[in-house]
């Protein structure tokens, strides 16, 4: 009955491991369970051999887990990477981060991997989270711009060129120079037409973190 049991648990996680390896991803650790098993096998200790077998294929369905989770992760963070480059933006915290997770998933280190691939979808969001904001500013200005061109404002058109500045730097992905010409414009539109007091600037969102 041992015997049986043994032989039929080393056929799963010979079918797991199997499995695992053609998806592409690294499984020393059940592969060197099963050889373990295999000794034991040898030697008829078979309820020894089933459970080194049951072990490695535990051990193959935790792998086959973390490098799915590894793979999606990788994926996700590639895909909005992409997505920001597209926009302008090349976030180099967020890239490096990618870099780090492909190492370690290509090296079978899943668990790295996945922290690795968290940490470039958050320099994504923040990234993202900066860029709109800087978006919203920028077209802020622009309104604020169009009043000043209604009243007759003979500075506009040095306000406009701090704009189109910031406008060009914005999609160039350099949010630093961008938001700080940006000031500048809101620094130079000043007084709001018809107001009596000094309207307090716009202030720009801060640049790349």
Do not use: H
């Not at 499995?19 to 369970?33: H, M, Q, Y």
Request: hydrophobic share 40%.
């Amino acid at each position: 009955m041992a015997r049986d049991s043994a032989f039929a648990t080393l056929d799963e996680a010979q079918n797991r491991i199997a499995e695992l390896r053609s998806t592409g991803a690294v499984a020393p650790g059940p592969v060197r369970l099963l050889q373990q098993g295999w000794i034991l096998l040898d030697t008829a200790k078979f309820t020894e051999a089933g459970q080194a077998f049951e072990a490695a294929d535990r051990e193959a369905r935790r792998i086959e887990d973390d490098f799915r989770r590894a793979t999606k992760g990788v994926k996700d963070a590639e895909e909005g990477l992409a997505s920001l480059r597209r926009s302008g933006a090349t976030p180099e915290q967020a890239e490096q981060a990618l870099r780090d997770a492909k190492q370690s998933l290509a090296e079978g280190e899943y668990d790295q991997a996945i922290a690795f691939a968290s940490d470039a979808r958050k320099a994504l969001g923040k990234r993202q989270e900066i860029r709109e904001r800087l978006a919203r500013s920028i077209e802020e200005t622009k309104r604020s711009l169009d009043e000043l061109r209604a009243a007759g404002m003979d500075y506009a058109n040095d306000v406009e060129e701090m704009v189109l500045r910031a406008e060009r730097e914005f999609e160039n992905g350099d949010f630093v120079t961008s938001s700080e010409d940006l000031k500048i414009a809101n620094l130079l539109i000043g007084p709001r037409p018809g107001t009596r007091s000094a309207a307090k600037p716009r202030s720009a969102p801060a640049g790349n973190p």
